[in-house]
Structures are given as C-alpha cells and as structure tokens.
C-alpha cells in the first residue's frame, strides 16, 4: 500500500486561495486514478476532484476554481483551489480505490474559509 499524507491546509479568507498536497510513501506511476475528497463538519465525505490517465473530474460546486494535477516525478497529487468559498471550509482527503475500498483513509488538512 502507498501511504498518503495531505498538507497545505490552513484559514483563508473568501475570495482566497490554496494549493493543497498529497504526497505518496512510494511512486504513483502504478496508480491511474487519485481522487481529493472533502469532508465538512456533521457532513458525508465527498468527492471533489479524480484525476484518472488524462482525465480529470469535478464536483458541480468546485467547477472551474479547483484544478487536480498531479506529478509522477515527485509522487505528489495536487489541488489548486482559487475564489474559496465558506461552504469549502472541510477536511480535505486524497486518496485512491484500492484505500477507499478497506477503509483507509489519512489524517487530512484542514481548510477553512472564513472572514
């Protein structure tokens, strides 16, 4: 198993930005598809950006501020999220199927959004 830490969290205010970071204990080159998750308090843990070969997928409410990427060379997953919003204030989570499907999951970064 690649383990996964997440970091890059943090207080911004609305209008802000981030770039969060998920770095892999080992390479990613074997993992096609990474997902960001994010978890809001008393909430689900949902699904908010995959990057899987070329492709890349979106939640409806983080269209066109949040951008995944990733690079192999450095084993790091990427989320760049501009124009925050309150409601993205969550834990942010990556991960993959492989961890999804045993329960694992890491510690996560904060991100909050408030004036």
């Known amino acids: 198993q690649v383990q996964l830490v997440e970091s890059g969290g943090g207080l911004v205010q609305p209008g802000g930005s981030l770039r969060l970071s998920c770095v892999a204990s080992g390479s990613t080159l074997s993992i096609d598809t990474l997902d960001w998750y994010r978890q809001a308090p008393g909430k689900q843990r949902d699904l908010v950006a995959r990057?899987?070969?070329?492709?890349?997928y979106y939640a409806d409410s983080v269209k066109g501020r949040f951008t995944i990427s990733r690079d192999n060379a450095k084993n790091t997953l990427y989320l760049q999220m501009i124009s925050l919003k309150p409601e993205d204030t969550a834990v942010y989570y990556c991960n993959y199927l492989d961890r999804i499907q045993i329960g694992l999951w890491g510690q996560g970064t904060q991100v909050t959004v408030s004036s």
């Open positions: 990057i899987s070969g070329g492709t890349t």
